[in-house]
């Protein structure tokens, strides 16, 4: 092929690739059709997710701050976490584990005798009686259902004291299931579920507490106290409050804690008194301060410690009759005396766990628990301020505490948003991951798209 | 609108709204990109029409999401290309009874279009015989003023590879039209 054939071959090539005539103008056919108005605007998550890496990244971590500020402020867990933290209730604490060894031990009935004879033809076949004192002791008698779980309401001096028997919902309808494992004999409600939440115990108010732990008629009943107050000075019902034990009877502080200061000073003590000084102590105690609440709770143990008695003369009657066999047949084949020694071993054995389990209940029903709360009285303070102060001094102070108060929350919600971004960061890193790769496979599809 | 204007800032403004850009960029790229539908796709007019309105129709939907990582030119010649091949490929698929008449010259009548040039139409058919990528580098090579680098890109291919392509299809396509030309 020549050059000037070459050169016609590429001219005809060219040629070929080229439009004679008007151009028809399709893009404006293309631009009438609707896909062309949908697709010029596009769609606002395809726009979004075509957005720079660090803007995306940034405008997600602001939503997911936004919305933990949001959640922080408007949801009411935050301000309860924070009371919480501050004034533990007794079921609060309770349910922290403290005294998980058993619930009913917590908070057994307390043996009160006018009680018991209310209680023992409810409670025939449960035998712990639940009590649970909204008032100062000022109360009514058998009240409504209380609310388990929340602190209950500041005991109203002006109660009328033994006013008898108010029922709740259901009146004294005997507990079942669960409920008799807190003193349901007396519960309201009556149906199944959790003992502390589905089976309120009736709310007692007692004048006098019973003298006497442990009854005459020779029961043995493990008590377990808790009492709740507020007082101006805590520090002072805290010190006093260790000094109601007596070392001579056996009694001792379990434990005790004494934190924060000022309006947010808080003590609780578990102290072990003896039974026969139980009722000295709460009416020493109540007098420390103003009492929010009070639960009583007691535990009959005489059934098991009865059958721990007899199982144990039985045992202790077969290991005599061991001995004297053993004694009596010293000519006996080895084998014979040998399988005697072990036999005796064994009684010996079951000997000394029921002697430890004996102790072990004497203990509990020789001591009384009482669970001490005391926070401070902050209401009295605000009450003393407002009859003290003139109105322009009130409201400053009303503004310095909202300030306060404010800055509190603010404090609470940035630290909680700080906590949920630290404590969820590998899920903030595994979502931003997510969303960048979703992002980077959008955008290959995109890319990929006017081609198909 | 200032004619100075590049087809990024051009494509940039049709997608913040301004339609009439896309009016611009037609008006620098629509007959080059229907001269080369039409030499893609055998010569057919209105094959060729298609092709470049769903090109347009693409450029409009997914505009946005055009990231300047090629120019484009690059970009508008990809999508015209695989417009041209699925084309290609469906008008392979339908019967024969369905296909449309032969190619004939924009705006001219068939029995003008039947004589003018025996030529091109040889040349068409010798095209059309070669394998695919043979004739789109060839196309390409020799589309208005595409430079061999600028083809390579829009075929993704090494300029190395479209060299040798080129030299290739050329050999092949004078061999087609020299043994034609003997018969």
Not at chain 1, 263 to 273: G, K
């Amino acid at each position: 092929m020549t050059g000037n054939q070459m050169n016609n071959l590429e001219g005809r090539l060219r040629e070929l690739t080229t439009w004679h005539g008007e151009p028809p103008e399709v893009w404006k056919r293309a631009m009438s059709g609707d896909q062309a108005g949908a697709a010029a605007r596009g769609g606002i998550i395809l726009r979004i997710l075509n957005w720079p890496a660090p803007r995306l990244v940034a405008a997600c971590l602001g939503l997911i701050v936004i919305g933990l500020i949001a959640v922080s402020i408007f949801s009411g867990d935050l301000g309860k976490a924070r009371d919480q933290a501050r004034y533990p209730t007794a079921s609060a604490l309770q349910q922290s584990g403290r005294n998980q060894r058993n619930l009913a031990e917590a908070y057994a009935a307390y043996p009160s005798n006018a009680l018991r004879a209310q209680a023992r033809p409810l409670t025939s076949r449960t035998p712990r009686v639940g009590t649970d004192m909204g008032g100062s002791g000022l109360g009514s008698g058998l009240g409504g259902a209380s609310v388990p779980g929340r602190r209950q309401p500041t005991g109203r001096p002006g109660s009328p004291p033994g006013s008898g028997i108010v029922a709740g919902s259901s009146g004294l309808s005997g507990g079942t299931g669960a409920h008799s494992r807190l003193g349901s004999g007396l519960g309201g409600g009556g149906t199944s579920g959790p003992a502390e939440r589905t089976a309120p115990p009736l709310m007692i108010a007692q004048p006098d507490l019973p003298p006497d732990a442990i009854p005459p008629d020779g029961r043995h009943v493990i008590q377990k106290a808790t009492i709740e107050m507020k007082t101006d000075d805590v520090r002072g019902a805290f010190l006093k409050t260790q000094h109601l034990i007596s070392a001579a009877s056996g009694e001792y502080v379990e434990n005790s804690s004494l934190s924060g200061s000022g309006r947010d000073a808080y003590a609780s003590l578990t102290l072990r008194i003896a039974v026969d000084r139980l009722s000295d102590v709460l009416n020493e105690l109540r007098q420390l301060g103003e009492v929010t609440s009070e639960q009583l709770a007691g535990e009959d143990v005489t059934a098991q410690v009865v059958d721990l008695e007899a199982r144990l003369r039985n045992e202790q009657r077969v290991e005599t009759e061991l001995l004297e066999l053993l004694a009596s047949r010293e000519d006996a084949p080895l084998k014979d005396v040998l399988d005697l020694r072990n036999a005796i071993g064994q009684v010996r054995r079951n000997i000394e766990q029921m002697t430890a389990q004996r102790q072990r209940l004497g203990r509990l029903v020789s001591l009384a628990t009482v669970l001490v709360l005391i926070r401070h009285d902050s209401e009295a303070d605000d009450e003393r301020a407002t009859t003290d102060q003139t109105l322009g001094e009130y409201f400053g102070e009303s503004i310095g505490r909202s300030w306060t108060t404010g800055l509190q929350y603010l404090a609470d919600s940035i630290a909680f948003t700080v906590r949920m971004l630290i404590g969820g960061l590998i899920w903030w890193v595994l979502a931003i991951a997510a969303l960048l790769l979703a992002r980077h496979l959008a955008r290959r599809k995109l890319a990929a798209a006017p081609f198909r | 609108m200032p004619h100075d204007s590049t087809d990024e800032v051009l494509l940039r403004r049709f997608v913040a709204g301004q339609r009439e850009a896309l009016g611009e960029l037609a008006q620098r790229y629509e007959l080059h990109l229907l001269g080369l539908a039409r030499g893609m796709l055998g010569g057919r007019d209105d094959l060729a029409c298609d092709a470049v309105q769903e090109t347009w129709m693409r450029v409009i939907r997914y505009g946005a999401s055009f990231n300047g990582r090629s120019s484009f030119r690059t970009w508008l010649y990809r999508i015209l290309i695989n417009r041209c091949r699925s084309t290609r490929k469906n008008e392979g698929r339908r019967p024969k009874s369905r296909q449309a008449d032969p190619p004939q010259e924009a705006g001219q009548s068939p029995a003008a279009t039947a004589s003018p040039d025996e030529d091109n139409r040889e040349l068409h058919a010798a095209v059309a015989q070669l394998a695919a990528a043979k004739r789109e580098v060839l196309l390409l090579c020799y589309h208005a003023d595409l430079t061999h680098e600028q083809a390579a890109k829009i075929l993704r291919i090494p300029p190395g590879t479209l060299k040798s392509r080129l030299h290739a299809a050329l050999e092949e396509l004078r061999k087609r039209l020299a043994t034609e030309g003997r018969s």
